[in-house]
């Protein structure tokens, strides 16, 4: 849950406590009682005390609950990205956004498209791998294992884009 909204709701909660124990408090009391009014807005206000304590405490509880939900989260999707390496390349005419990759050998490789301008793919022979031939603004990926030491060209196998230089390097160590 948002941090923020939380603060909100419970600064809401607060305020409609104090209002409703206001107006609670609010009836006149007979002059025969023996309870003064300063006595009784003590006790209002030690009560008012007392359930803001009690709603911080739910807050916070509440506070920590999502903190740890989101913690569980986070390691979940590491544990599922272990091992991954993920490279995201942009590509438009001609040219890729990086001429170079970087992995080891018997590395898990992720490589995520994303056209910026035209319609490209990315290929890699040796491992028998590419993507899908996507048009801008469309977005493809693949997954392979990089079990050759060696360097490798990746290109776009669309039209004339590898003669043009639509070209990198995936360098397996």
């Known amino acids: 849950m948002n ?3 939380l603060t909100g709701a419970v600064i809401i909660l607060l305020i409609l406590a104090g209002a409703g ?3 609670k408090n609010s009836k006149t009391q007979p002059s025969s009682s023996a309870v003064t009014q300063e006595e009784e ?6 009560e008012f005390e007392e359930e803001n304590e009690a709603i ?3 807050s916070e509880a509440a506070e920590e609950e999502a903190a740890m939900e989101n ?3 986070e390691e979940n999707a590491v544990n599922l990205q272990e091992g991954v390496k993920t490279f995201e ?5 001609f040219k890729f956004s990086q001429k170079e990759i970087r992995v080891k050998q018997g590395d898990k490789v992720k490589i995520v498209l994303e056209v910026d301008q035209g319609t490209h793919d990315w290929v ?9 031939q996507i048009s801008e603004g469309q977005t493809d990926s693949i997954e392979f294992v990089a079990d050759k030491i060696g360097t490798f060209e990746y290109y776009c196998s669309v039209g004339q884009h590898r ?3 639509m070209v990198g390097k995936l360098i397996v160590e």
């Open 124 to 132: 890699i022979d040796e491992f028998e791998t590419r993507t899908n």
């Open 71 to 73: 913690t569980e989260d």
């Open 3 to 5: 941090k923020n909204l």
């Open 163 to 165: 003669q043009m230089g």
């Open 41 to 46: 807005d003590n006790g209002s206000i030690e």
């Open 21 to 23: 124990f206001l107006v």
């Open 89 to 93: 390349l942009n590509a438009e005419n």
């Open 56 to 58: 911080e405490e739910e």
